[in-house]
């Protein structure tokens, strides 16, 4: 019999351009497919994705965030990319929201301690956060769940 577990809520920093991509493929992955973030997270678990420019390898800023997912049953996996990156991967499911602007936000987010200096935290690329600050971005957002 499964423990009961509290659900954790995470921050995944990831280019509009690789939402997108994963949305496409209902997968997250983090931090440049590294296995410790894929781990951190279990079933159940909720993430807000940060999107500070639209491309990866782009310089267009965007700031907003730009989607919501839920982690699936099933284990961390290797993807297949068709080349020798495999990075390492969870199903999600991707919930209906709208994408939010974070500079109205920075006020009423507790994880973002330095408010001058808000975009420091985002560089750790996957964190957990809050459920009230999860909370405030998911209504921001429009979230319906």
């Not at 931090?31 to 994705?49: E, I, L």
């Amino acid at each position: 019999m499964h423990e009961a577990r509290d659900i954790k809520y995470w921050i995944v920093v990831v280019s509009k351009d690789h939402v997108e991509a994963g949305r496409a493929l209902g997968v997250v992955q983090a931090n440049h497919g590294k296995s410790t973030p894929m781990q951190q997270m279990q079933p159940g678990d909720m993430m807000v994705f940060y999107s500070s420019k639209l491309h990866y390898r782009g310089k267009g800023a965007l700031k907003k965030f730009t989607a919501i997912a839920r982690v699936k049953e099933g284990d961390v996996y290797r993807g297949d990319t068709g080349g020798s990156y495999a990075p390492y991967r969870r199903d999600v499911e991707f919930l209906a929201c709208a994408e939010t602007d974070i500079l109205p936000l920075i006020q009423k987010i507790s994880f973002i301690e330095d408010k001058q200096n808000w975009g420091y935290v985002f560089r750790f690329g996957f964190f957990e956060i809050p459920q009230t600050d999860f909370a405030t971005i998911s209504h921001a957002m429009g979230l319906q769940d």
